[in-house]
């Protein structure tokens, strides 16, 4: 069974996103042994600087990296990725299985995205949209798409 993991920087406080992301996990967990990471954000003033923001998110990169499995294929969740339809993600899904890729790893950042080193590191850049979302939303959103991706594969009746 494909390893997936989502490394989420944030944690999620909202009921509702919660109750909706545990229903994808659930959902998920036929297809997949899904993995769960929530990592948390960096504290930041008011107003960051760019250096504040900078220093930051390198520190949720490390954290990040020490939370990847060894031969994982890191997939970076950010707006200026490509923008992918569900029969696309689902062809991710399947070439990664049958590539032999051990663990296939979705990152979505802090409200301030992604150290760009950590984003050089990534197999794929995936944007879900040119619209910003919150990245709890994002989380809930990706773990949908993936689901339906895998339904896609299957031959499933949930996407139309």
Known sequence: MQRVMVICVGKLKERFYIDASAEYVKRLSRYCRLELV?????????????????RALAREAEAIRAKL????????????????SSEDLARLLRDAASGGEKCLA?????????????????????S???????????RVMLLEQIYRGFQINEGGKYHK
């Open 128 to 138: 879900m949209s040119p619209m910003t979302f919150p990245h709890h939303l994002a």
């Open 38 to 54: 929530e990592l948390p954000e960096q504290r930041l003033p008011e107003s960051p600087s760019p250096a504040e923001i900078a």
């Open 69 to 84: 499995p060894p031969a994982s294929s890191l997939a970076a969740m950010c707006i200026e990725g490509k923008l992918h």
């Open 106 to 126: 979705f990152v979505i950042g802090s409200s301030f995205g992604l150290d760009e080193e950590l984003k050089k590191e990534a197999w794929v850049r995936l």
